[in-house]
């Protein structure tokens, strides 16, 4: 339905006005795009549907993201691309559009259309009125029950899922956490951002990398090695890393904390192998749902195995979380670091001010 009261919206693909300014790059992926169908806004249209940019939802590494109504009362968010240099801002407008703009998924936000002008950039998404994930998890005024997170895990997995197992060419998205997992009027889990995504042939199992990707904290430790080879397991780290956050309720590395600077994923791994688990459940302020909780442990831990090939595919990992499939028992993940016991955690609701790249933070 939106895209029957859209279309008088879309203005024709003017290739020779653009090659004044794109690139041959640009230009051949524009032509690929226009076979998806994906809206092409003009800057007067997103200009009108904003309010002349009045109300900035959010900003991030790579843009400002504005509410916008269009005139059949349609609540858009317009994402408006800014980098230090041109090329950067193709990279991100390229693997937004050319990943997100060919697929859909209840589990990942919907790409509506875009804006390509002279010195102009804007991609134009469904609006989530709940926002991102990190403001239930890290603000007490915004809390939400362990029921309702869990189901948005298994939601956040389900969209990983399809973009790893089930799209036509596999699409790793390389910065899965939580300011990047919007949730619509009924907290239902969309991934979003796709800027550092990238799509991959399926035969070809591993990919090289020429710049580290991801948020510190959430990626990968392959992720930060040059030239090294990297797969689809990245996003299976930083979905477990996302795990540990849900089930406290916290940031996994809190700088406020003092002498308590414990990092919260190797405090569960100490707890979980010392069996300790009620004691885990107290400190979570999740002892009512100790089942779901204790699998959510493991499915975490088994995620951030150090090695890429201990970790489970992201398909398993959905129906560990659903309880279809038993969970082995998982090793050490981090037997490359050197702990000593320190403090519990602070209770849920305690957050610290990292700063993220997520591309919906709030403005203040």
């Known amino acids: 339905m939106i895209f029957c009261t859209f279309i008088w919206l879309q203005p024709k693909f003017n290739y020779g006005k653009d090659s004044q300014f794109m690139t041959l790059t640009m230009d051949k992926f524009l032509n ?25 939802m959010g900003s991030g590494g790579f843009g400002k993201v504005y509410k916008g109504i269009f005139s059949d009362g349609t609540i858009v968010a317009v994402k408006v691309l800014h980098a230090l240099s041109e090329e950067r801002i193709e990279e991100q407008f390229m693997a937004e559009v050319g990943t997100i703009g060919k697929i859909h998924h209840f589990n990942l936000v919907r790409l509506y259309g875009f804006c390509l002008e002279r010195n102009f950039t804007a991609l134009v998404y469904e609006y989530m009125v709940n926002g991102s994930l990190d403001k239930f998890l890290f603000n007490s005024d915004k809390a939400i029950g362990f029921e309702k997170l869990y189901e948005i895990a298994v939601g956040t997995a389900k969209g990983i899922s399809y973009l790893h197992e089930e799209c036509q060419q596999r699409i790793i998205h390389y ?29 070809n199992t591993h990919i090289t990398l020429t710049r580290g990707r991801g948020t510190p904290g959430y990626a990968a430790p392959e992720l930060w090695l040059p030239n090294f080879p990297v797969t689809q397991k990245c996003d299976v780290y930083s979905f477990g890393m996302l795990l540990f956050e849900i089930l406290g309720r916290r940031r996994n590395f809190n700088i406020e904390l003092g002498e ?78 050197v702990y000593e016991i320190l403090p519990l955690p602070p209770s849920p609701g305690n957050t610290s001010e990292m700063v993220t790249e997520s591309s919906l933070e709030p403005s203040t």
């Not at 800057?43 to 309010?51: K, V």
């Not at 800027?195 to 399926?202: F, H, I, T």
């Not at 890429?308 to 560990?320: A, D, G, T, W």
């Open 32 to 56: 690929e795009i226009e076979k998806e169908k994906v809206i092409r806004f003009t800057e007067q249209h997103l200009r009108i549907a904003t309010d002349n940019y009045s109300y900035l």
């Open 175 to 203: 910065d899965i956490k939580p300011g990047n997992i919007l949730l619509d009027r009924n907290l239902n889990a969309k991934v979003a951002d796709f800027g550092l995504a990238k799509l991959c042939n399926r035969e």
């Open 260 to 337: 308590s600077q414990e990092w919260f994923p190797m405090w569960i791994w100490k707890k979980f192998e010392g069996e300790e688990a009620e004691e885990l459940m107290v400190a979570c302020g999740i002892e009512d749902e100790k089942e779901s909780a204790e699998r959510m442990v493991k499915v975490a831990l088994s995620c951030v195995q150090y090695k890429q090939e201990s970790r489970p595919i992201m398909s398993v990992v959905v129906k560990m979380l659903e309880g279809s499939v038993e969970i082995p028992k998982p090793l050490n993940p981090f037997p490359h670091l």
